[in-house]
C-alpha cells in the first residue's frame, strides 16, 4: 500500500513538473466506440489490478482540487468486475489521469441499446427436430438458481413471476421497475411460469437501460458490478443489450467470469460479426443468435466466430408491461439470449457445481447440431436443447 502510495506521488510530481527536455511521458491507452453515441468528457478508468482503489481515487480528487479542475469530478467507482472509476474530465485532466503509471486504460462512454428487431420458442428447443409437437418437457424447471437480467428493469408483480422475482438494482437511480418493456419481455422468457425455459428460477432484475431501452456503458457497468459484488449462487446472468466494441465491458464480463457467474449475451441485430460488439465479443461472455419457427437463419443476427448458439428469436411471446397479465411478441437476438440462460439455470439445478467453463460446454454439447438453414459461413449452426433425452 505505501508502495502505491508512493508511486502515485511520484507520478503525480512528474505531472506537474514543468520543463522542456524531458522524455515523453507514457500514455495510458484511450478506447473509443465507433458505432455508437458516445458522451462528451465522460470517461471510464480501468486500474491496475494491484492498486488499492480508494486510495488512488482520493488523490485524484486532491488533485483535480489543487488543480482547480473545477469541472471534473469522479461520479461513480467500480470494485468488482474490476477496479476503476466513471470520471467528467476536461482534456488537461485526461491527460493527467492517463499519464498516471497505475491506469491500465481510458474508454469514451457511449451509449448501449437493446437488441430488438405461449412461445413457440420452448416447443423448439425441446426436440431435436421439426414439425413442433405442441409440447415443452424440459430436463428441469431452475429451482434454486438465480438468474440476473441486466436490462430495462422487470415488472415484478407480473402474473407470470409467480412472486419469485424482484426489481433488485438501478443503476439510473429510479426503482428498478420496467418502463420499456423489453427486460419484462426477456425475464417471462427465461423464467415465467408460463413462456418461460426455467420455469422456478429466482429471477432479480437489474435496471441499466432507460425508459427508450437505451443506457450508458457506465450505467451497464454499475449494474455489472452490482451483480458481480451481490449475486446469489448458483447464478446466471443474462444481457440483451449491446453496442459498439467496449475493452472495459469486455473486461466486466471477465470479472463475472472470475466470480463463477456465466454472462449470456445477445449477438446483436446489426447483422455484421459479432466479434465487433460488446459484450458479444468478449472470451468469457456466452453470445446467442437468433432462428425462426421453421428453422431458418434470422437475417438480423449478428455472425462470426464469436457466436457460441443459436436460438428461438422470432415472434417469440412473452410477459409485458401496462398490466400484470400483459404479453408482447417481440423478434431479436434479445429474445434468443433468455432461451439460452434459461437453458443454464437449468443445467445448474441440475448440477449446481458446475463451473462456468462446465456449463459453456454443457450447453454447446448437448446442442442439436445442424439444423438450422442459412447460416452463414464461419458462425455455428449448432441449437440450443434443454429435453430430457
Known sequence: ?????????????????????????????????????????????????NVDAEIFLNNVKSIFKALRYND?????????????FLANMNSDALKMVRELTLVAHVEVDSEFSISNVASW??????QRNLPLDNQYTPSGTGEGVNIYIIDTGILATHVDFEDRAEAAYDALDGDGVDCNGHGTHVAGTAGGKTYGVAKKVNIHGVRVLNCQG???????????????ANAQKPAVASMSLGGGYSISLNTAVGGLYDMGILLVAASGNEQIDACNTSPASAEEAFSVSASDNSDNWASFSNTGSCVDLIAPGVDITSAYIGSNTATAVVSGTSMACPHVSGAACILLQLEPNLSVDQLREKLISTSTKDVINNVPLNTVNQLLYVGQS
Open 1 to 49: 500500500m505505501v508502495h502505491q502510495v508512493f508511486s502515485l506521488l511520484i507520478a503525480l510530481i512528474c505531472i506537474m513538473c514543468i520543463g522542456s527536455g524531458s522524455t515523453t511521458k507514457r500514455l495510458a491507452p484511450l478506447y473509443s466506440s465507433l458505432n455508437h453515441r458516445r458522451v462528451e468528457n465522460q470517461y471510464i478508468v480501468k486500474l491496475q489490478n
Open 72 to 84: 471534473c469530478q469522479i461520479s461513480l467507482s467500480y470494485n468488482t468486475i474490476f477496479k476503476g
Open 121 to 126: 420458442g420452448l416447443d423448439r428447443i425441446d
Open 214 to 228: 437505451v443506457g450508458l456503458t457506465s450505467d451497464v457497468l454499475e449494474g455489472m458490478d452490482w451483480v458481480a
